[in-house]
Nanobody, 124 residues
Framework: QVQLVESGGGLVEAGGSLRLSCAAS????????MGWFRQAPGKEREFVAA????????AYAHFVKGRFTISRDYAKNTVYLQMNSLKPEDTAVYYC?????????????????WGQGTQVTVSS
C-alpha cells in the first residue's frame, strides 16, 4: 500500500524558509512523478512543483519559480520542497502526491496517491 507522509510545515515570518519532506513507501517510485500541491482556505488545490523520480526533471508553478526548489533522495525515498523567501500568500496546506507517469502533469486529478498534508503559515 502506497503511503505518502509529509512533514516540515509550521509558522514562519515573511521572508523566511521552510523545507517540506514527503516520505514515500509501499512500492518503488522509479516510474512516478512526485508533486507538491497546496490549498488555501476557500481556494482550489493548486500545483506547486513536481519532479520525475528517475530523470529528475522538474516543473514549477510561475508563482514559486526562483523561490522554491523540489528535489528527491533515492536512498531515503523522500521528496523535498525547499521554500525560500516565503510570502503570506504562500499560506496553505501543502500536499505531496504521486502520479504513475514519466511525464510531468500539473493537473491534480492525474495524481494517484496523496498525503495527508502539512500546514504552512507565513505571517506578515
Amino acid at each position: 500500500q502506497v503511503q505518502l507522509v509529509e512533514s516540515g510545515g509550521g509558522l514562519v515570518e515573511a521572508g523566511g524558509s521552510l523545507r517540506l519532506s514527503c516520505a514515500a513507501s509501499g512500492r518503488t517510485f522509479s516510474d512516478y512523478v512526485m508533486g507538491w500541491f497546496r490549498q488555501a482556505p476557500g481556494k482550489e488545490r493548486e500545483f506547486v512543483a513536481a519532479i520525475s523520480w528517475s530523470a529528475g526533471r522538474t516543473a514549477y508553478a510561475h508563482f514559486v519559480k526562483g523561490r522554491f526548489t523540489i528535489s528527491r533522495d533515492y536512498a531515503k525515498n523522500t521528496v523535498y520542497l525547499q521554500m525560500n523567501s516565503l510570502k503570506p500568500e504562500d499560506t496553505a496546506v501543502y500536499y505531496c502526491a504521486a502520479d504513475r507517469s514519466f511525464g510531468i502533469s500539473t493537473v491534480k486529478n492525474e495524481y494517484d496517491y496523496w498525503g495527508q498534508g502539512t500546514q504552512v503559515t507565513v505571517s506578515s
